[in-house]
């Protein structure tokens, strides 16, 4: 079924239930929580906030943001499963909640059945940016220049195993580079470093490279979404640039306890689906370099399935070791 009708079928599927099971179906008369990995501040956090001002009304009950970052994810993550599976605390998570069953060996849950898939909400590809005044005027010269002195391109990233690592080995590999990985605690400082020309590229999201490429410190070469991006219109995809279904991008999505009712999350669904139709909704996320995504329930499990074992591959080729 395709995402189209899905979202109809949903559509219609709400206007058919009674206000009540609507509004109390989900929370049962309690606040609900979204429980976010990381600090306030960070994209994850910003997405979360905007969806829990727009699901109040629609779910009837406060939905707060609670804030518990630590583990890459883990932390919050174990969280979640100490709570009811009631449809009370939804856990917001990015493709780390995917990346972390290869970079970790022994986790304390099994993703893919501990955790029910709500909705996936958005994804952020990366920006394929180099210094302002960098030699390589395009993606191709970029790759050439890699080529003639295998080995003496640098990019950064936000650390091992991060979401921007991944980007750059998945770059290095389809590109038939060797690259030196130089890992920082944030990707904020890789493009930092980006900027002052301590290294020659990084692979940030959208909405930090903007401001430094519109300030002419970065300049971005190409995107890793599978088509352009309207607030990058004139920049190209490396799919576009010889390297045909490249995708590498950061997902961001809501999931539940694994035995949270079936009701509950078909209800919670809907809500979410409403959230992400709002106009000023989609206008705050296209302002944030994000692309949306609709996939909700059985649709976005099959997803993080697919996920876990796509990410774990390139953890594995990259040779990172697991913790």
Do not use: C
């Not at 976010?36 to 109040?56: C, H, M, N, Q, W």
């Not at 993606?139 to 750059?168: C, F, N, W």
């Not at 329930?297 to 697919?306: K, V, Y």
């Amino acid at each position: 079924m395709n995402n189209r009708r899905r979202t109809l079928l949903l559509a219609a599927a709400a206007a058919a239930l009674p206000a009540p099971f609507l509004h109390a179906q989900p929370s049962g008369g309690k606040t609900v929580r979204i429980v976010v990995p990381f600090s306030a501040g960070a994209l994850t956090d910003i997405i979360a906030r905007i969806y829990a001002e727009k699901l109040t009304p629609l779910v009837g009950e406060p939905v707060i943001v609670d804030n518990k970052p630590g583990g890459g994810g883990v932390t919050a993550s174990q969280y979640l499963l100490t709570q009811p599976a009631d449809g009370k605390t939804l856990l917001f998570v990015s493709s780390a909640h995917a990346v972390n069953p290869a970079l970790r060996s022994k986790l304390p849950y099994d993703t893919e059945k501990d955790f029910a898939g709500l909705a996936l909400i958005a994804k952020s590809p990366s920006v394929v940016a180099v210094p302002g005044d960098h030699p390589a005027q395009t993606l191709e010269d970029l790759i050439r220049m890699g080529k003639q002195k295998p080995g003496s391109l640098t990019y950064g990233s936000a650390g091992v195993g991060a979401a921007t690592h991944l980007a750059g080995e998945y770059f290095r590999t389809e590109a038939g580079l060797q690259m030196v990985h130089v890992p920082y605690k944030g990707v904020q400082e890789a493009v930092s470093a980006v900027a002052g020309k301590q290294l020659d590229l990084a692979f940030p999201p959208i909405a930090l490279a903007l401001p430094l490429i519109r300030a002419g410190r970065i300049r971005a070469l190409a995107v890793t979404s599978p088509q352009r991006v309207p607030t990058m219109a004139d920049t190209p995809t490396v799919a576009e640039k010889g390297y045909p279904g490249f995708d590498s991008s950061i997902w961001y999505a809501l999931v539940a306890h694994g035995a949270t009712p079936k009701p509950a999350m078909e209800s919670l669904a809907q809500a979410v689906l409403k959230v992400s139709a709002m106009p000023d909704v989609a206008e705050k996320l296209r302002s944030q370099g994000l692309v949306q995504e609709k996939l909700t329930l059985a649709e976005f499990d099959r997803f993080i399935a697919t996920e876990v074992r796509t990410l774990g591959k390139l953890v594995r080729d990259s040779g990172i070791t697991p913790e």
